[in-house]
């Protein structure tokens, strides 16, 4: 393997291994140690350095080979769908998750109603990243687009697995009644029960970040690639 491409591989595995560590194994005492601010403070400089290192080590690895044509035209078609869905799942994380830090958090796991994306997944906000990282390897099918995006998929969909544990352990039985109404594989039905303006912001954010990645990144993404 290309000495850069190990680089990458090594900053992708540490940028993964320390979030876990950092919030699993180690949170409680870092946060006895330091207190819940110097804790978050701690985890994010990590997360900021490690992350970092991680993208500077994409940028400098070579590009290529690719397993199929980078940027088809059935890619872009398969990246927009999947990343607009991802968009939609990640804001729809944003509002009544039990899983967010809350002294209320039992009272909500044990209460709720399954609605919007929680509909869909009870780890709305991993699968939206999960899904965002996949929609660019089908894009870019090179080694590095995949120990940098596989990085994202591992640390979502295995922190949610991670997730259902500790949460388990800390809410008891209000978290294992919410496991029970809620499902961790996507269900499609559920987006039906997602309301219309959570569709219409979702969309018109995509719209905004797919016409930002031509100034950004120098490539035309989603519907802008055919409208210019």
Request: overall charge positive; glycine content about 10%; cysteine-free.
């Given at each position: 393997?290309?000495?850069?491409?190990?680089?990458?591989?090594?900053?992708?595995?540490?940028?993964?291994?320390?979030?876990?560590?950092?919030?699993h194994?180690l949170r409680?005492?870092?946060?006895?140690?330091?207190?819940?601010?110097?804790?978050?403070?701690?985890?994010?400089?990590?997360?900021?350095?490690?992350l970092?290192?991680?993208?500077?080590?994409?940028?400098?690895?070579?590009?290529?080979?690719?397993?199929?044509?980078?940027?088809?035209?059935?890619?872009?078609?398969?990246?927009?769908?999947?990343?607009?869905?991802?968009?939609?799942?990640l804001?729809?994380?944003?509002?009544?998750?039990?899983a967010?830090?809350?002294?209320?958090?039992?009272?909500?796991?044990?209460?709720k109603?399954?609605?919007?994306?929680?509909?869909?997944?009870?780890?709305?906000?991993?699968?939206?990243?999960?899904?965002?990282?996949?929609?660019?390897?089908?894009?870019?099918?090179?080694p590095?687009?995949?120990?940098?995006m596989?990085?994202?998929?591992?640390?979502?969909?295995?922190?949610?697995a991670?997730?259902?544990?500790?949460?388990?352990?800390?809410?008891?039985?209000?978290?294992?009644?919410?496991?029970?109404?809620?499902?961790?594989?996507?269900?499609?039905?559920?987006?039906?029960?997602?309301?219309?303006v959570?569709?219409?912001?979702?969309?018109a954010l995509?719209?905004?970040?797919?016409?930002?990645?031509?100034?950004?990144?120098?490539?035309?993404?989603?519907?802008?690639?055919?409208?210019?």
């Amino acid at each position: 393997m290309d000495l850069r491409l190990s680089f990458l591989l090594s900053a992708a595995i540490v940028f993964v291994g320390t979030h876990i560590i950092l919030t699993h194994q180690l949170r409680k005492p870092l946060i006895s140690l330091l207190g819940q601010a110097g804790f978050i403070a701690a985890y994010s400089l990590v997360a900021f350095v490690t992350l970092g290192w991680t993208v500077y080590a994409f940028a400098a690895a070579p590009r290529g080979p690719y397993a199929w044509p980078a940027y088809a035209d059935w890619a872009w078609i398969a990246a927009m769908v999947i990343s607009f869905f991802a968009l939609l799942l990640l804001i729809g994380s944003f509002a009544g998750n039990p899983a967010a830090p809350s002294p209320k958090a039992a009272e909500l796991a044990a209460s709720k109603e399954p609605t919007g994306a929680f509909a869909v997944t009870r780890h709305p906000m991993m699968w939206g990243i999960s899904l965002w990282a996949f929609s660019h390897i089908l894009l870019v099918p090179e080694p590095r687009t995949l120990f940098l995006m596989g990085a994202f998929i591992v640390l979502g969909l295995g922190g949610s697995a991670m997730q259902d544990r500790k949460k388990q352990g800390q809410l008891g039985d209000a978290w294992t009644g919410w496991q029970a109404r809620t499902s961790f594989i996507p269900k499609l039905s559920g987006l039906a029960r997602i309301s219309p303006v959570m569709w219409l912001g979702a969309l018109a954010l995509w719209l905004g970040i797919s016409w930002l990645h031509l100034p950004l990144g120098g490539v035309a993404a989603g519907v802008w690639r055919w409208l210019g």
